[in-house]
């Protein structure tokens, strides 16, 4: 059975940095697509950052421009657990950010129908 836990989750001053964890126990398939979301109150789940790994060779993906740079995914293979690096966080960045998994590539990255396994959320709160 898969289970993603999230962590790293916390309240910070605009400007700061956080990185959160997905821990990831019964993902066995070497072929994987792994993505962090966020949802802010009152707004859809939007994809941030994900990474398809295979045969030892991982790629990346951000949703937009201006995320790239600030936020950035990585993987601890051996730990099984990917994080999301996020700097100069900004009011906007506020929300619950979720990690998502689905075996095979990220096809359809952006949508969250796409993916299997979902995690329960940590939240970020960004303070000005």
């Known amino acids: 059975q898969v289970q993603l836990k999230e962590s790293g989750g916390d309240s910070v001053q605009a400007g700061g940095s956080l990185r959160l964890s997905c821990a990831a126990s019964?993902?066995?398939?070497?072929?994987?697509?792994v993505g962090w979301f966020r949802q802010a109150p009152g707004k859809e789940r939007e994809g941030v950052a994900a990474l398809y790994s295979r045969d030892n060779i991982t790629y990346y993906t951000y949703s937009a421009n201006n995320l790239k740079g600030r936020f950035t995914i990585s993987q601890d293979v051996a730990a099984n657990t990917v994080y999301l690096q996020s700097n100069t966080l900004q009011a906007d960045d506020a929300a619950v950010y979720y990690c998502?998994?689905?075996?095979?590539?990220?096809?359809?990255?952006?949508?969250?129908?796409?993916?299997?396994?979902w995690g329960q959320g940590t939240q970020v709160t960004v303070s000005s």
């Open positions: 019964g993902l066995t398939d070497s072929r994987r697509c």
């Open positions: 998502a998994a689905k075996a095979g590539a990220c096809a359809d990255v952006w949508n969250i129908a796409t993916y299997t396994y």
